[in-house]
């Protein structure tokens, strides 16, 4: 299928969504610069036939009038050979068509060429569009591998990274939930000292006023 500039400039593309894809801009970039390679070519290709079809009119057109003058000349030797012959007679008007004819040759011959050339620049322009082209399309292709891989090691650079973090995060929060797992096992272990302690100091407290005296002048009620 041939590819036109209006091809590649009315060429959508679905975007994508929640997935990796390419960047517009740069795809809208790279179609612009192929419309522009392709747009010179397809230039180059109406000049180049502009002059193959000119240089055809004037080889259609020696030709012909290469093919006009030979009738004449074929005429005018045929009057000369049926005229009678009344003495020796010098017969140079021949010479004048068959110069004439002669002369047409080489423009002819000139014609031809410059038509043959213009075919082989016209072979090798097209020659060169078509490796242009592919030049690009394989450009196009690596370039979008290259996007790819990019975005791949991107984004697996992206997942190991927020892997690690998540791996140094759990064991950060390890390590506090050790160290309070610890300081309340301190706590606790402070809290039954405490405790045992007190206890331990009212238990006293309570057996030296069970065997202290009563002092002097209590209440009656008391004693």
């Known amino acids: 299928m041939a590819l036109t500039p209006e091809d590649v400039v009315n060429q959508k593309f679905t975007i994508t969504k929640f997935r990796d894809g390419y960047d517009l801009d740069q795809v809208d970039d790279f179609l ?18 502009a002059q193959i079809d000119d240089l055809t009119a004037k080889l259609a057109a020696c030709e ?3 093919g006009s003058e030979s009738a004449g000349a074929a005429s005018e030797q045929t009057i000369v050979v049926d005229a009678p012959v009344a003495a020796p007679v010098e017969t140079p008007a021949p010479a004048a068509p068959v110069a004439a004819v002669g002369a047409t040759q080489p423009d002819a011959v000139k014609s031809s060429a410059m038509l043959q050339l213009a075919l082989e620049l016209h ?28 975005a791949e090691r991107t984004a697996k650079q992206l997942v190991e990274e927020a892997q690690q973090q998540r791996a140094d995060e759990l064991r950060e ?31 006293s407290q309570l057996r030296g006023l069970d065997g202290s005296p009563e002092p002097a002048g209590a209440p009656d009620g008391l004693q």
């Open 173 to 203: 929060l390890g390590e506090e939930r050790g160290d309070l797992q610890f300081k309340i096992k301190d706590l606790r272990q402070f809290e039954s000292e405490y405790r045992s302690t007190l206890r331990s100091y009212i238990q």
């Open 123 to 150: 072979d090798k322009h097209v020659h060169e569009g078509e490796t242009t082209r592919d030049q690009l399309i394989n450009d196009a292709e690596s370039k979008r591998d290259q996007m790819i891989q990019d």
């Open 64 to 66: 012909a009038g290469q």
């Open 32 to 49: 612009d610069t192929i419309v522009e390679v392709l747009r010179e070519h397809e230039e180059e290709k109406s000049g180049l036939q």
